[in-house]
């Protein structure tokens, strides 16, 4: 009982009501040119000269167990900032494609401004960008009551992960212990305390690895 109570505590903490997550992939430098070469490559676009020119992905994804609405966004559009000018937004698609419509966005400096609209809980929008310079990934959101985090989503990391499987290994240790207590001249107790311990909280990792599994699949 503590396994499954464990795993569906895993599963919440991992999959709120509503979420979003944004990353970035693919950074391709457009001039590979050996510096001393490089004064003598030029690439352009639309006329203007790039010095710096990198091609990058931006994704953003519904990660929640329902979709963002639009009334979510407090009077303004979800921003991504890149840390370098946005020469030009390339395309923007669902991939895999939804039924969810894809988000206005537009461009401010090195940001996208994306919505204020409809984001599907497993709708996941990829930006493929033209930028001057290396581009980062920073995020200021609008939202009210959706979290917004860094991904790609995975297990649960840093304190809460540590936490949850703390918390896995004592739920499933501690009915043993207590047995041991009871009954102290049983000498195969210890043993038993110490494998049952370890297979609970691996049964408990499990759990929640193959919710996030099933999950991801889904949704991908």
Known sequence: MATVVLGVLMYRAQFPKRRLMYWRRSVTPLLTAPAGVRGDVELRHKGRVLERPYAVDV????RGRRDVPSSAFDG??????????????????DDPKCSTPTPRVRVDGSALLVGPDLIGRRQRIVFSLLV????TLTCRSPLIDVPVGKGPPGLPRGPVGMVLFA???????TPFFILGLEEPERSWLPSAVMLAGVTFALISFGFAFAANRVVNELEN
């Open 132 to 135: 001057e310079d290396r581009p």
């Open 76 to 93: 303004g559009p979800l921003r991504l900032d890149v840390g370098a000018p946005i020469v030009e937004v390339l395309q923007v698609i």
């Open 59 to 62: 994704i953003l994804a519904g």
């Open 167 to 173: 918390i896995g290994g004592a739920a499933g240790t």
